[in-house]
Nanobody
Framework: QVQLVESGGGLVQPGGSLRLSCAFS????????MAWYRQAPGKQRELVATITSGSSTNYADSVKGRFTISRDNAKNTVYLRMNSLKPEDTADYYC????????WGRGTQVIVSS
């Protein structure tokens, strides 16, 4: 059973940076597409960034040029580097694995505020 554990969230000032991590276990990490989603208070969950098993990436327009998704297959971990953070980036950030399958972490909170 795939398990995902996010970390790295917190409170940061506008313009600051954070790096989120998602530790993967329970299967062969390198075979999985991975993604980060976020859900702001009162809003639907939205896709932030994806990375395929071959490390091709894609980003939501709202984060292009500011966020970078990456993966380390040796460490079974996917990262989300977030720069130039804005108050509208405040949300719970969730790690997703799949295909194959459809697996979610429990999320980590990011608050961007002065």
């Amino acid at each position: 059973q795939v398990q995902l554990v996010e970390s790295g969230g917190g409170l940061v000032q506008p313009g600051g940076s954070l790096r989120l991590s998602c530790a993967f276990s329970g299967s062969i990490f390198r075979l999985y597409a991975m993604a980060w989603y976020r859900q702001a208070p009162g809003k639907q969950r939205e896709l932030v960034a994806t990375i395929t098993s071959g490390s091709s990436t894609n980003y939501a327009d709202s984060v292009k040029g500011r966020f970078t998704i990456s993966r380390d297959n040796a460490k079974n971990t996917v990262y989300l580097r977030m720069n130039s953070l804005k108050p509208e980036d405040t949300a719970d950030y969730y790690c997703h694995a799949g295909p194959p399958g459809n697996f979610w972490g429990r999320g980590t909170q990011v608050i961007v505020s002065s």
